[in-house]
């Protein structure tokens, strides 16, 4: 039970971290498997789960890490306004647009995450440290800098000298393309 209960329109940093540090994103694919089930479970419980919607005749395997999932507005759950993937741990800030969005959005891409993962690896339990952390965003003031806060995330890990340089985050998204921004 949360101490604080998620509300509709409401705007949350919500994380969670893997058992023990241990290191749940390793390679490209598993960073491009997390982000496609993040997009797929934007719309609640759909109508397969994400390992079926991929063997499907849908989406052939060499297209599988370029494929586009969208889900109409009207059946979001959550909207993603920023996220930063980080090896050992994930970052969202996500407003809530369905009663219970958040904590079923959750649910969802850890679990399908959590079976891809033990699949691959040949292990078995849970993968999460707990269900998943949230702090309410109340102010633009805090939702920058939040946002600042996942998109420097990488960097300040030394995992990368400037955020640009890590492809798991939102922050590509948020730089405006006319390249004043070479230094960032």
Known sequence: MRKDALAVGEVYHIYNKSIAKYRIFNNDPEYIRMMSVIRY??????????????RSAMVKKENYPNIKISVPEPKKIVEILAYCLMPTHLHLILKQLKEKGISVF?????????RYFNTK?????????YHFDNRLIR???????????????PATARIVKKPKQWPW?????????NGDNENI
């Open 41 to 54: 479970y934007q719309g609640g419980k759909p109508a397969v789960k994400f390992s079926d919607f991929i």
């Open 169 to 177: 985050s939102s922050y590509k998204e948020y730089l405006r393309e």
């Open 106 to 114: 959750m649910n969802h891409i850890q679990n399908s995450y959590t």
């Open 121 to 129: 690896h040949r292990r078995r339990g849970p993968l999460w440290e």
């Open 139 to 153: 102010t633009d003031n805090d939702l920058l800098g939040m946002t600042r806060y996942l998109h420097l995330n």
